[in-house]
């Protein structure tokens, strides 16, 4: 098992090699980055941190397309892995709602460890993108093997690796 090390915003994070994720096609405004994490901190319930691992300061804030009621035309919602991640707009002042880029969801092969942006046209779009707290709930099963634990701040000795 080949571990690296992986200065990010959250600090050092160790990563396994079967927890790598590698962007298909590039991310628009991203196109030399391809090397991704997926950082999972317990206590943030549902939301994931896509953390690049060739630039320390950028991550997105994801969460499954199903907790903002979403479904996208064409995607399978028995597959392993969530069939679409959204990014979340994180709100600039508190008490904003909290809004994802719908359109445009990340999807996850969780065999081959690799992901893609798609763009749905808004007809292939199903659901009113609000958020629904009974979908909310912490990555599970073999998606869930392919992440990283970071424990907070105050915790934080080491990086678990799950």
């Known amino acids: ?13 160790d990563v396994v090699e079967s ?5 298909a096609e590039p991310l628009g405004g991203f196109d030399d ?16 941190w896509l953390q690049s691992l060739e630039l320390p300061d950028l991550a997105f804030l994801l969460v ?9 035309e064409g ?4 597959d392993d892995a969530p069939p679409a991640c959204v990014m979340v707009i994180v709100p600039r002042h508190p008490g ?11 999807l996850f092969n969780v065999e081959a460890g690799t992901f893609i942006q798609q763009v749905f046209e808004p007809d292939q779009v199903l659901g009113d993108g609000r958020w629904r707290d009974e979908a909310a709930h912490p990555p599970r099963g073999p998606w869930a093997s392919r992440m990283v634990e ?4 105050g915790q934080r000795s080491e990086t678990t690796v799950a």
């Open 1 to 13: 098992m080949h571990v690296t090390q992986h200065q990010t915003r959250f600090g050092g994070v």
């Open 64 to 72: 499954d397309a199903a907790c903002f009621g979403l479904r996208y």
């Open 96 to 106: 904003e709602v909290l809004r994802v880029h719908r359109l445009a969801p990340l």
């Open 150 to 153: 970071i424990l907070p701040a």
């Open 33 to 48: 980055l391809r090397l991704f994490a997926l950082l999972h901190a317990p206590e943030q319930g549902p939301f994931l």
């Open 19 to 23: 927890q790598r994720w590698t962007c």
């Open 75 to 78: 995607l399978d919602p028995a």
